[in-house]
């Protein structure tokens, strides 16, 4: 069966390159005028050369104390399409027992941007998840592999009329993902149930603010990825980014019972510089089947090629 992932996932990887006379694309999430953030939980719609380490949670849920530092490398090798790497470190405290410490799953990922429209601010992309069974079953690992396509998208709100009270909300974004995973039954064991996802992120940009409603940002350049120039605390308060991201899934709690959803509502806030994202937000579980107690997350996100720009090579430019 991991054969059989391997090779759809080398398949995805052909089918990027049978593509490679697609247009050029912008680094780090850039479509036309807008810049989208790196979300903490939802899949970015951009193909990237970025670095997240870590992204840590902190969260209570109905079955023990969870700890996590995830980290994931995603590198373009054409405009694109992207190949990317991705595991965790966890440790879990199930209720009333000590903590078991271990790695999650490896898991694999291509992505293809499908169609941009930089007038509107909107792309949409293709991806597939390959996670292999090699993390503890104890910390919360799945013991089968799972395959996952996605589809990504994102989009500004800059096309919305500039005059007006309409204006204000031209900062807006969305960037959501609708995935579902298939685990590949094991021999020995039942088919295990299929889990869809739908992720979505609510952005307002200070950085589209300042430049292109209040035209009070004389430093921002879409040309080298800089967003503001200067390192002063107004400076940086023109980087940020507030957010709320919704996270959710349907999982089945039993055999022959239906899904449920669980899932966060995670507000938060995201600061972008010239080499790298900072963000972090609050975790409300959206209902009881999620939990009672808050929990927080947090993402350091590293622009590759600025910080080594020997990287910013690809198979075709």
Wanted: charged content about 20%; glycine content about 10%.
């Amino acid at each position: 069966m991991l054969c059989r992932c391997v090779s759809a996932f080398l398949g995805a990887c052909l089918l990027g390159g049978l593509l490679w006379l697609a247009p050029s694309a912008p680094a780090h999430g850039i479509v036309g005028k807008r810049l989208f953030i790196e979300p903490l939980v939802t899949e970015d719609a951009n193909p990237k050369n970025e670095l997240d380490f870590p992204v840590w949670e902190v969260i209570q849920t109905p079955d023990g104390h969870t700890i996590a530092f995830n980290y994931s490398v995603e590198k373009k090798l054409m405009p694109r399409f992207s190949v990317s790497f991705d595991n965790s470190i966890v440790s879990f405290t199930p209720n009333g027992q000590s903590s078991i410490v271990g790695f999650g799953n490896i898991g694999f990922g291509a992505k293809y941007a499908v169609y941009r429209n930089a007038a509107h601010e909107f792309i949409l992309s293709s991806a597939l998840h390959v996670e292999a069974p090699t993390g503890n079953p104890r910390v919360g690992a799945d013991s089968s592999t799972t395959l996952t396509p996605e589809l990504l998208y994102a989009k500004g709100f800059g096309d919305l009329p500039s005059g007006g009270i309409l204006k204000w909300l031209t900062p807006l974004a969305l960037q959501g993902d609708f995935t579902l995973d298939f685990p590949i039954k094991d021999g020995s064991k039942s088919a295990p149930s299929k889990v869809p996802h739908a992720d979505m992120v609510v952005e307002y940009s200070l950085p589209y603010l300042n430049a292109f409603v209040r035209h009070a940002d004389a430093g921002y350049s879409l040309e080298d990825g800089n967003i503001r120039e200067g390192r002063s605390l107004r400076a940086i308060a023109g980087n940020l980014f507030p957010f709320t991201e919704f996270n959710f899934s349907w999982v089945q709690s039993r055999p022959g019972t239906g899904l449920r959803p669980q899932g966060f509502i995670r507000p938060g806030m995201a600061y972008i510089g010239h080499y790298f994202e900072v963000g972090a937000a609050a975790e409300f579980p959206s209902n009881q089947f999620t939990g009672r107690s808050v929990g927080a997350i947090g993402i350091f996100d590293l622009f590759i090629d600025d910080v080594f720009p020997k990287l910013d090579w690809m198979i075709r430019k």
